[in-house]
């Protein structure tokens, strides 16, 4: 099946400094990749949809000068969460499409970010 | 618009006994419906999707009809496992593009 992978898979940062979180797409290709933010014990919040060659669109609440998103290619993106604080810590989990299979979402593992 | 309203956990169980894990949808069009399952510290994997209406998905004994009458998925297996312990994820993926919308997660915890 298809899979994407997610690095780092866990980062510990200061308050202050950027993080950049890299979602790769295997074994296929991805025009839209999705980024979601999921606090503990609770479900996955979209955050914003990323697409290829094109500037990411981002949901209501999204500071989108904090979580920049660069989508550089049809097998990866990257979200890069500026001037990292405490209450950003949280687990980032990216997802790409298959078109082709024209099914289901395919889900990164996730990353945890702590920044102290 | 559309939504996923799951049923609120967290569920345990014994060992072999039956899951049931209620999931209604709210949609416009016609959606396609998922289940997917976060094990502790990992990522969400797909556990089963239908995609039409009476469709059933299944995998690793787990099953779920996709009924459109009642707008609902619930996802069920007959004996569980202490393996299955997990965190259930209902979703849905509108006909019109590729954004999913997720239930709000079911912890789920088998006991030996």
């Known amino acids: 099946g298809a899979v994407v992978s997610q690095h780092p898979s866990r980062v510990i940062c200061k308050s202050g400094t950027s993080v950049k979180i890299e979602c790769r797409s295997l074994?296929?290709?991805?025009?839209?990749m999705f980024w979601y933010r999921q606090f503990p014990k609770q479900s996955l919040m979209l955050m914003a949809t990323?697409?290829?060659?094109?500037?990411?669109?981002?949901e209501q609440g999204v500071e989108k000068d904090k979580f920049l998103i660069n989508h550089a290619s049809l097998t990866l993106s990257t979200l890069t969460v500026t001037s990292a604080h405490p209450e950003d810590s949280s687990f980032y989990i990216c997802?790409?499409?298959?078109?082709?299979?024209?099914?289901?979402?395919?889900f990164g593992p996730g990353t945890r970010l702590t920044v102290l | 618009g559309n939504s996923v309203t799951q049923m609120e956990g967290p569920v345990t169980l014994s060992e072999e006994a039956f899951l049931t894990i209620n999931c209604t949808y709210t949609a416009t069009g016609y959606p396609s419906l998922f289940w997917y399952v976060q094990y502790p510290g990992e990522g969400l994997q797909l556990l089963l999707k239908?995609?039409?209406?009476?469709d059933k998905g299944s995998n690793k004994g787990f099953e779920a009809t996709y009924r459109k009458e009642t707008t609902s998925f619930h996802l069920e297996k007959g004996s569980v496992q202490v393996s299955d312990s997990a965190v259930y994820f209902c979703a849905l993926r509108s006909n019109t593009g590729n954004q999913f919308y997720f239930g709000t997660g079911t912890s789920l915890t088998v006991i030996p």
């Open positions: 239908a995609t039409k209406a009476d």
């Open positions: 990323s697409n290829e060659g094109s500037k990411a669109t981002y």
């Open positions: 074994d296929f290709q991805a025009t839209t």
């Open positions: 997802s790409a499409t298959d078109l082709i299979a024209a099914g289901g979402m395919y």
